[in-house]
Every structure is written in C-alpha cells, then in structure tokens.
C-alpha cells in the first residue's frame, strides 16, 4: 500500500484509541427534551424570544428521533443535543438582530450562485473556488457554527474574529479524536460550508440524519415542503449580507436536489449548478466517512443498516432531481457531470461565470488558481474503499436500482471494489 492511501479496516469492529475512549467516558448526559434544548440556549445568550412558535413541533420530532435511535452512545447523545442548542441559540440572536435593526428585512440578496449535488460530489470543492472570488460572499465554516455573533462580543475590525478561534479549537479537537477525517471530508474553519446550516435555525434540512439515524424525522421531512424553511434561510442570509456584504452570495448544499422547487420559488434569480457523480461511488464514500465518524457515536455499529440507510436516502434525492431538474429555468441551470469537472475544473469554472453573468476577471482567476494549487485532490491521502467488503453491498444491484438517474443525466459509473470484473 502506498504511504499517502488508507484503508481503514476496522469500520465495524473498531479499536478504539486512549482519546476516543476518554471522550466517550466523560461525555455528559443529556435529555433529549424540547425545554432543557431552550432553556439552555436562553441561558447561552441571555435571550428569550425564538420568533415564531411553529418551529418547536420541528424540534421536538428531531429530539424525539434521538431518543428512538438506541444505539446512539453517550457521546453522540450530547453532540446531537449540543447542536439542538445551538441553533437555538443562533435562532435567538437572530430574531434579537432584526428586532433590534429592522432595516435587516430589506437588504437585497443579488442573483446568488447555488450549487446542488450529492455529497461526495465535488461540490465543496466546487463552492470554495467560486468563494475564490472576493465580489461573492460565502459562507465558511466558523459562520455557519456561530452565523450571529453574540450582543456582548466584541467584533474588532483586523482581528480575528473570536466565533473563528472557537471554530478551530472545536474542529482541531475532532480530527484530533478521528485523525483520518480530513482525508475524507476536510473542515478547516475557513473552508466554505453547506448553507443547510440556515435552515438549521428553523429545525428543517436533513441535518439530524447525518450524525443519526433519524427515521421518525426523516418521515416527518418528506411530508412537508420546505419552502417556508428555505425562506427563513433566506432571511438569515439577509442578515449575514447587512453584518458584511458583498450580497451577491456563492452556496452549496447537496439537500438542494431535493427541493429545486423551494429553491428557486425562495431565490428566482439564482444561477443552480448541479454536480452529477456515480451514486454508487458517493455512496461508498459517503457511508466510510458515516462509519468511520459512528466509532464515537454509537455504542454498537451496523454497517449494513448504515448502508440501507443511505441508499434510501440517495434515492429520495436523485428522484426528487429527476422529477423537478426541467422545473428550472434553463437559462439559469446548469448540470456538471463529475468526469467532466475533474478532467477540466476551468473549462467548468468559465461556463458557471458566463450563465452567472459574471465576467472572469484577472484577479478572479488568480484567486482561483492559487486555490487551486493549494488544494490538489487527495491532499490529506486518499482513502481505499470497499463497498461490498465492508458493507455486504451488491455492487450490481445497487447499479440497477439508479438506473433511472444514471440514464436522465447520462452519468458514467466509476469503478468500485465489488464491480464485476
């Protein structure tokens, strides 16, 4: 094996180092009720007015989902539980901001760049080079953490920005805990993240299902439309643009292939660029980094139903894509086949800026480039991967099952380990 590949070949029986071990033990206990989730967050901030009521129900199913879930472990109890605080807590100083400058409801959000796709897909990659360009704004990941800064904080212009060196303390301690994280899936504080983090404000998105096994809001999640959840994001971004502008913002997010509807109901004048990859080669992707993550947070591990899960659940998103891609408007759609993006990212990069209306100019493409250069594929080593070896996942089957997808966007199959030779 080469020094720069790994194979992590203990997914389903995983040894455990002194640092995980020592997490786990001291991780505390929680209770998964919606009044301890607020009665935190009003002590966090100071706050007490969450805005409208409707979101409790929401909350409430999520924490609820936790609570069936059985074999979450203590340390992936709390996480779950920190998190429900957090968007609350975020949800609190939000609603403080526009009470306090009202000004926020009218701030404009110019023609933003959206780009939908699986995860796994190369959209993060994607959304970083665009972010490249310093006339779009964009979301890191220190700001979708903490999106409004808290009232007594202090926010010196030129200094750092103390929600960042949280960020990095908190993010340095988890790939301190799973060390070989960055090689799947980096989260450096100033990487740009997913805009689901706005909906997390009003307890929507498929946030929850990420780090759980989320069936009772998953279902709840599919009966509902979310374009009222995509509106409140909307507001929220309203508010990031009034604290630090440009308004023209670049955001990803791969749930947005299931909502293509509320996406461009909430932002008609958006330019949607979707990435299209083998589902079955994110999918192998996808559920490693889950497992390898799931080593701290469950106390026992299944990786069959992990994988059940998640085809499921891929499923739902590209059937979703299939149904409503033609709803977009064609001027201001594009699709990006994976192949074709690795193989010339420049090539792709002009064609997103010319349906964007957005000239490519000499510093952008510096920019770009020197990100770029600074982030080839498989920095961090890359991951070996065994979808039937490590799942009991029937390659060919699974192959079959997206056919519809494989033929609606003409996506080409990659190779995985379990291909029939």
Not at 306 to 330: F, K, M, Q, S
Request: net charge neutral; with cysteine.
């Amino acid at each position: 094996m080469k020094p720069d590949t790994i194979r992590i070949a203990d997914l389903g029986a995983p040894r455990l180092t002194d640092i995980q071990r020592q997490a786990i033990a001291s991780a505390p206990p929680v209770v998964m009720s919606e009044g301890a989730v607020l009665a935190a967050a009003r002590h966090h901030t100071g706050l007490s007015d969450f805005g409208a009521d409707d979101f409790r129900e929401r909350l409430g199913i999520w924490l609820k989902s936790f609570d069936e879930d059985k074999d979450l472990g203590p340390l992936g109890r709390a996480g779950l539980f920190g998190d429900a605080v957090r968007y609350a807590s975020a949800r609190l100083r939000f609603e403080d901001l526009v009470k306090r400058y009202p000004e926020i409801r009218t701030v404009a959000i110019d023609r933003p760049i959206i780009i939908a796709g699986l995860p796994r897909s190369g959209t993060t990659h994607l959304v970083n080079i665009l972010a490249a360009d310093p006339r779009l704004r964009s979301m890191q990941l220190w700001e979708t953490m903490e999106p409004i800064p808290a009232t007594k904080e202090k926010i010196v212009t030129g200094e750092v920005d103390p929600r960042f060196v949280r960020t990095r303390e908190m993010w340095g301690g988890f790939e301190t805990m799973l060390p070989l994280m960055p090689a799947m899936h980096e989260m450096a504080p100033d990487h740009v993240h997913e805009d689901i983090a706005l909906q997390g404000l009003d307890f929507s998105s498929y946030l929850p299902e990420w780090q759980s096994r989320a069936h009772r809001w998953r279902d709840y999640y599919y009966g509902h439309d979310q374009t009222p959840h995509y509106a409140y994001g909307r507001r929220v971004l309203q508010a990031l643009t009034w604290l630090k502008g440009p308004d023209r913002w670049v955001l990803k997010s791969p749930p947005h292939m299931e909502n293509l509807l509320p996406l461009i109901t909430t932002y008609s004048d958006a330019t949607v660029v979707i990435t299209h990859r083998d589902p079955v080669a994110v999918i192998q992707s996808a559920i490693t980094m889950l497992a390898y993550g799931d080593r701290i947070r469950r106390s026992t591990i299944d990786l069959k139903g992990l994988a059940n899960y998640w085809i499921d659940r891929v499923e739902h998103l590209l059937r979703a894509c299939v149904r409503d891609r033609d709803a977009l408007p064609a001027s201001q759609s594009l699709d990006v086949l994976f192949d074709d993006y690795m193989a010339d990212q420049e090539t792709v990069i002009t064609r997103v800026y010319k349906m964007a209306g957005l000239p490519l100019t000499r510093e952008a493409k510096a920019r770009i480039h020197a990100y770029l250069s600074a982030n080839p594929r498989g920095k961090h080593g890359r991951v070996l991967y065994d979808l039937k070896g490590d799942f009991g996942v029937d390659v060919a089957a699974l192959r079959e099952r997206f056919g519809f997808y494989y033929e609606r966007f003409s996506v080409k199959p990659e190779r995985v380990t379990g291909d029939q030779p």
